[in-house]
């Protein structure tokens, strides 16, 4: 229209119109994920050849969302730092993340699982760095607590945590918007416990038996497919240990993995 008109177009005119193209673009390729995604939920996972193609088809859909988000920032019709730059790396994430939880559902389903004495508190840390991402990239705060000194569990490091990992990345998702979740650790003489905190508002009637049911969702938030949960009950029960969630009315829940401490090797 500038063209037909011979009108000009100032830097900060032609600034805010990439910004609105690069808003434009990124709601876009967002929305064809979703409607793409609305199609598969629709799908039924019974049994074992469904749940290999809910799972493609997922990793289709990221794949597809980066994909174009790419082919824009290659023809350079938006700029590599705005919207479609976020919707790229969300894409990449979502993709690491379903690549983690399939693969510790498969070593789970075989029972390819290592035993090593896994000191606690170094594992949970290293833990944290990486959900310090999860955390800050939704407006909330992590804190972490550690209270088991040197305490050590024999079990499969990738295992524990992918449940601790799931579990955090569940607090980030349903807890509420600017609050505050909490990574504890405590120890006994024959048990180490790890507690996840948020303040989701409190669990609904009948939520509690049907979160860890795989491929379930039971939030607004449907940015996964129900699978972290379901690696979160499974994996502390194949290391010997439980899982269990507390409900505290109108403030939030508390997810606790609890597993035998190993002995001392002094």
């Known amino acids: 229209m500038a063209a037909e008109r011979s009108a000009s177009i100032s830097t ?21 994920g979703r409607l793409e995604k609305i199609d598969i939920v629709a799908a039924d996972a019974k049994n074992a050849t469904q749940d290999l193609g809910f799972l493609a088809h997922e990793l289709r859909n ?6 174009l988000a790419c082919e824009a920032l290659r023809r350079g019709s938006v700029g590599g730092s705005g919207s ?10 979502g993709m690491r993340d379903l690549v983690d939880r399939s693969l510790s559902l498969v070593r789970l389903d075989a029972g390819v699982l290592l035993h090593e004495r896994i000191l606690i508190g170094e594992l949970i840390q290293e833990v944290e760095v990486s959900g310090v991402m999860d955390v800050k990239a939704r407006g909330h705060q992590l804190t972490f607590q550690n209270d088991a ?3 050590e569990i024999v079990g499969d490091r990738q295992i524990l945590a992918s449940v601790v990992s799931n579990l955090i990345q569940n607090a980030c998702k349903f807890t509420r918007s600017h609050s505050h979740i909490i990574l504890r650790v405590l120890a006994t003489a024959d048990h180490v416990r790890i507690e996840v905190e ?4 409190g669990l609904a009637p009948g939520a509690a038996e049907a979160m860890f049911l795989p491929f379930a969702q039971v939030g607004h938030d449907r940015s996964g497919i129900g699978l972290g949960l379901a690696i979160c009950l499974r994996g502390p029960q194949t ?21 035998a401490r190993a002995p001392s090797l002094a």
């Open 12 to 32: 900060e005119e032609f600034r805010i119109l990439n910004m609105c193209l690069d808003d434009a673009i990124a709601d876009a390729v967002g929305e064809f």
């Open 84 to 93: 479609t730059s976020a919707v790229l790396e969300r894409s990449l994430k």
């Open 149 to 151: 000194g040197s305490a």
């Open 239 to 259: 290391l010997g240990g439980t899982l269990r969630v507390d409900n505290l009315p109108a403030k939030g829940c508390v997810f606790t993995v609890e597993l």
């Open 198 to 201: 948020d303040e989701c508002g």
């Open 62 to 67: 990221f794949l597809g969302t980066a994909t």
